[in-house]
């Protein structure tokens, strides 16, 4: 057996603040193809950021700290989050004029933004990740989905992709 390296076995853990500025900044290149991936495999769109920015740090998820995530994020994400987008994407079905309609659409968006930040920090609490050479991070995000299929697969590969060109580009 191996024995592991002391940079083997060291936990990285992300900063919440900073991971927040860099998914401000990442999110509006990939936002069609997190959307596609929340919509149709019910994927959350924070955690993909999270994957696919971890892997071009090169560090590898911890399949139990990935559970114990997902266990701690479901209530904020589920009765929260997920319900906010919910309102939010009924308002068109709703009888108001334009102007209510926006000063609604507003307000929601607004503490939508707040319960995606608290899934970030939620989910930069409780993630832990190892130094690796070839991560795989978003495929173990793939088998909690109990989600493989070509499209999936493809999903996945161009947002690796896009995460390579923005971490080249920063």
Known sequence: MQQMTAQQMTIQQLNADAFWQVSLAFYPQVQPLCLQLQDNWQANVNLLLLLSYTEQLGWQLDAASLTQGLQQLAPLSQHITQVLRQCRRELPKLP??????????????????????????????????????????????????AATNEALQRALFDLRQAAARFAAAS
């Open 96 to 145: 108001l004029d334009s102007n209510q309609q926006t000063e609604l659409k507003q307000g929601l968006l607004q503490t939508e933004l707040v319960a995606e930040r608290l899934e970030q920090q939620l989910l930069c609490h409780y993630l832990r990740f190892t130094p690796a050479s070839n991560p795989d991070n978003l495929s173990l995000y793939c088998q909690q989905l």
